[in-house]
């Protein structure tokens, strides 16, 4: 049986599968697309770093796919600052880092009643090793990539709101990218295997979609300054597990506007998303609202 | 942790900083559009990406960096073409700029300049003597060439990707040319009458 979707006829287990990804989620923050780590820098000997502040707070309670009443005022509220670098062997070969410093805090229930935890310090290290192939044709580039991943334990899980979980864990993503003088396609499909960790916590594996669509309304040839206007669209898919607060896991769709500015090889990039659609493991906290900026250079 | 009013004071005074530098560069305009060479390349539409490829670029040492914000490159993503402008004087290494635009990521398809030199014959293969930068180039034989050999001309021309990575500091090889001018003798030609280039012992 095929399915007809504008024009388009999918196998419909294809159709399905495609759906399903759609509609993925997870508790775990997105690691969207940034330009720096793909875009650029694609140069030989080319490397890069950038900054980004990441803000996710909410005191919205879930069960479900219901909003509840939160009467034990739980909340959480994560400050993540990212230094994330890339180096370039060659167009083909990139090895890329991303480390966080988090501040954290969470009002959860315990036996003695609402109890607030905090966590601050260094994250988990993420470890990729980019690879792509390029396609330069006459009016348009574009870039497929698989991408492993390994994050370390570097974080700490002695606070009540642990920084880090414990574990080795490994990734994989298969991205591809699309660019003309005006629009930019970007699409991420991941899998992360969430090992068991220290101190009960034991995430389940997560699935994720990343896409972005981008306009390119402004560009000066001359300073090679210009704007991009995106919507990036994530898609969470986490299996349930258990962090020292509870129930973690669940399905996830989130989507919002990403404003970036560039300037040679400076970038500076604003984002907000917010969930469209949550599905989660038992009682949690919603995801909630995020806010990022981010400022990068390539050298 | 740095606090978030902090982290915005630092990201909007760069992006600031930023913003004024666009008008400094956009005042530098270009001068001179008589000394230019222009790249047609694949797939240069990502203006982010396309800095690798000007940084290399800017690197060489015959452009002139008086032009187009002070590196002799411009790149137009709309077009998908970079322009050169180089140094009346120095001789114009293709290799490298087939390299520079490689190493930066993107293919080169073809390169069009102009040239300026005399037309000569040696051994039955023509050139194009260009003694202000020191280059020979390689033309194919046309009954035209005959017509103005020992003339100083101006020569539209083009060079493949695999001509241009052949090509060395004083032989290039060329595959179209077209005649857009042939001087008059009381017409100004050499720039540089003092160059001590030969060509006809060097070929």
Same mark, same amino acid.
């Given at each position: ?9 999918? *196998?419909? @287990? @294809? ?19 940034? *330009? ?14 950038? !900054? ?8 919205? @309670? @879930?069960?479900?796919?219901?909003k ?26 990139r090895?890329s ?5 988090i ?10 009643g609402?109890v ?8 988990d ?9 390029y396609?330069?044709?006459?009016d348009?580039t574009?870039?497929?990539?698989i ?17 880090g ?23 991420d ?9 220290? $101190?009960?916590?034991?995430?389940g594996?997560? !699935? ?18 210009g ?6 669209i ?16 669940? $399905? ?48 | ?6 982290? #915005? ?12 530098? #666009? ?5 530098i ?14 797939? #240069?539409?990502?203006?982010?990406? =396309?800095?690798? &490829? ?34 009346a004087?120095?001789? %114009?290494?293709y290799?490298?700029? =087939? ?6 990521? /993107? ?6 300049? %102009? ?8 051994d039955?293969?023509? +050139?194009?003597?260009d003694?202000?930068k020191?280059? %020979? /180039? ?9 017509? #103005?050999?020992?003339?100083? %001309? ?11 990575e ?5 032989? &290039?090889? &060329? ?12 017409e100004?030609?050499?720039? +540089? ?11």
């Amino acid at each position: 049986m095929n399915i007809s979707f504008m024009n388009i006829h999918l *196998p419909s @287990l @294809l159709y399905t599968v495609l759906l399903t990804l759609t509609l993925t989620f997870t508790s775990q923050p997105a690691l969207a697309h940034q *330009p720096v780590m793909d875009m650029a820098p694609r140069w030989e000997d080319g490397w890069g770093f950038q !900054l980004r502040r990441q803000d996710i707070s909410s005191n919205v @309670l @879930l069960e479900g796919r219901s909003k509840i009443a939160n009467e034990a005022k739980r909340s959480k509220s994560i400050n993540r600052l990212w230094l994330e670098g890339i180096y370039t062997f060659k167009r083909e070969i990139r090895l890329s880092f991303k480390l966080p410093y988090i501040k954290q805090s969470r009002t959860v229930i315990k036996d003695v009643g609402p109890v607030n935890e905090s966590g601050t310090g260094i994250g988990d290290l993420i470890i990729g090793l980019p690879l792509k192939r390029y396609k330069n044709a006459a009016d348009s580039t574009g870039n497929i990539a698989i991408t492993p991943s390994i994050r370390l334990p570097t974080g700490s899980t002695d606070a009540s709101f642990p920084v880090g979980d414990g574990s080795i864990d490994l990734g994989l993503s298969l991205s591809a990218s699309f660019e003309q003088t005006k629009w930019y396609q970007y699409y991420d499909l991941f899998y992360w295997v969430n090992n068991k960790g220290d $101190k009960g916590i034991d995430k389940g594996d997560e !699935l994720g979609l990343d896409i972005n669509i981008g306009w390119h309304p402004y560009h000066d040839n001359l300073s090679n300054t210009g704007i991009f206007l995106m919507l990036d669209i994530s898609a969470r898919l986490e299996q349930a597990g258990q962090d020292s607060a509870g129930a973690t896991g669940g $399905k996830r769709l989130s989507a919002g506007p990403v404003f970036v500015w560039y300037r040679s090889g400076a970038m500076f990039r604003a984002e907000y998303s917010l969930p469209l659609y949550e599905d989660v493991e038992g009682m949690q906290v919603s995801y909630g609202d995020e806010f990022t900026l981010g400022i990068g250079f390539v050298f | 942790m740095i606090p978030m009013k902090i982290f #915005i004071k630092l990201v909007f005074t760069s992006t600031l900083f930023g913003l004024l530098g #666009i008008n400094a560069a956009q005042a530098i305009s270009e001068s001179n559009n008589s000394n230019h060479l222009t790249i047609q390349v694949k797939g #240069i539409v990502c203006s982010f990406c =396309a800095f690798g &490829v000007e940084k290399n670029l800017s690197k060489l040492p015959f452009l002139d960096k008086t032009q187009f914000g002070q590196n002799g490159v411009l790149i137009d993503i709309n077009t998908q073409e970079i322009t050169l402008a180089l140094l009346a004087d120095k001789s %114009v290494a293709y290799a490298d700029i =087939a390299t520079a635009i490689t190493k930066g990521g /993107y293919d080169p398809v073809s390169y069009h300049g %102009v040239i300026e030199g005399i037309i000569q014959n040696s051994d039955g293969k023509w +050139y194009l003597v260009d003694q202000g930068k020191e280059q %020979v /180039y390689h033309l194919s034989q046309t009954a035209e060439l005959t017509a #103005i050999s020992g003339k100083w %001309v101006l020569l539209d021309i083009t060079l493949t990707p695999a001509q241009a990575e052949a090509s060395n500091a004083e032989e &290039v090889l &060329v595959s179209e040319f077209r005649v857009s001018h042939v001087y008059e003798l009381s017409e100004p030609k050499m720039q +540089y009458p003092q160059a001590k280039f030969r060509p006809s012992l060097d070929l």
